[in-house]
T-cell receptor, first 112, second 108 residues
Framework: DVKVTQSSRYLVKRTGEKVFLECVQD?????MFWYRQDPGLGLRLIYF???????EKGDIPEGYSVSREKKERFSLILESASTNQTSMYLC???????????FGPGTRLTVL | KNEVEQSPQNLTAQEGEFITINCSYS?????LHWLQQHPGGGIVSLFM?????KKHGRLIATINIQEKHSSLHITASHPRDSAVYIC??????????WGAGTKLIIKP
């Protein structure tokens, strides 16, 4: 079974803190994604990566950065957390654009 | 207007009822996905289809490419089917465009 894990299920941070969200997949997937999910808006793509050290901006990259130093790990970084970044963050991975995405359990981040 | 529209946004039904959730899209696609998200966040892929119909247990997904419309049906619904059902289309650039989801509650 494909497994996508995220470092935390729940996280509470203060405004201005630097926040790291980690995602790890164990199936040698090439592509990895970070989404945020807000009520009524569906999933919105923040960043994605087609391969190690590669990254592409999604629809809402502002306020976020990413790092992919190893194939299995894709990190989302909030340089200076703000209250409008309170959301559910979902990581996903897939082998190629022709395959379905597999999702992690999500991290519910609250920024106070 | 959103490129992927789901209806209804919310649906409450009694156990045993036949459920239909609709998805309409306005862009060219290479495939359409139906996914399920249970309370707690995890998302599971149910179907990926590009034509016709697929069935898995009590779940049936259909797509009409000409009409740019897909439906997800649940037969003999059960409280454990309560979840958010999400439609996503894979555009010609292979990125997913997501619907806002349909929250389904099945009452015993």
């Amino acid at each position: 079974d494909v497994k996508v894990t995220q470092s935390s299920r729940y996280l509470v941070k203060r405004t201005g803190e630097k926040v790291f969200l980690e995602c790890v997949q164990d199936m040698d997937h090439e592509n990895m994604f970070w989404y945020r999910q807000d009520p009524g808006l569906g999933l919105r793509l923040i960043y994605f990566s087609y391969d190690v050290k590669m990254k592409e901006k999604g629809d809402i990259p502002e306020g976020y950065s990413v790092s992919r130093e190893k194939k299995e790990r894709f990190s989302l970084i909030l340089e200076s957390a703000s209250t409008n970044q309170t959301s559910m963050y979902l990581c996903a991975s897939r082998w190629t654009p022709y395959n379905e995405q597999f999702f992690g359990p999500g991290t519910r981040l609250t920024v106070l | 207007k959103n490129e992927v529209e789901q209806s209804p946004q919310n649906l409450t039904a009694q156990e045993g009822e036949f459920i239909t959730i609709n998805c309409s899209y306005s862009v060219g696609i290479s495939a359409l996905h139906w996914l399920q998200q249970h309370p707690g966040g995890g998302i599971v892929s149910l179907f990926m289809l590009s034509s016709g119909k697929k069935k898995h247990g009590r779940l049936i997904a259909t797509i009409n490419i000409q009409e740019k419309h897909s439906s997800l049906h649940i037969t003999a619904s059960h409280p454990r089917d309560s979840a958010v059902y999400i439609c996503a289309v894979k555009g010609v650039d292979y990125q997913l465009i997501w619907g806002a989801g349909t929250k389904l509650i099945i009452k015993p």
